[in-house]
């Protein structure tokens, strides 16, 4: 999953379907951006679960941090300022509820 490509505030794809046990990689490629988990609820505050913090990179100097799925469902946003409130969500297994997530951030 490709984190702000282009300078874009989006997560590409901005949804995966996943197995329990499958590794979502995480590639950080400009900007300075979190993978934090979130829930459909509440996709702009973080649950307490998994949080790759603040990376910071340059353009051609990506980094990544993995994620191993452990839930059926799982949300994401970044919580760079206003980066969640302008769409920057990610979904595992999300299905038709990906809209509902990215309406309500």
Not at 17 to 26: E, L, N, P, Q, T
Not at 30 to 48: F, I, K, Y
Not at 84 to 94: E, I, K, P, T, Y
């Amino acid at each position: 999953v490709q984190v702000g490509p282009r300078g874009a505030l989006v997560f590409e794809p901005p949804e995966v379907s996943a197995s329990m046990g499958d590794v979502i990689r995480f590639n950080f490629v400009s900007g300075n951006h979190t993978a934090t988990q979130s829930s459909l609820e509440q996709p702009c505050v973080a649950n307490g679960g998994f949080d790759t913090g603040f990376i910071g990179v340059g353009d051609g100097m990506p980094r990544h941090v993995d994620y191993i799925v452990d839930t059926d469902q799982a949300w994401f946003h970044c919580r760079q300022a206003d980066h969640c409130a302008r769409g920057m969500v990610f979904a595992v297994n999300a299905g038709a509820q990906l809209g509902e997530v990215a309406a309500s951030a």
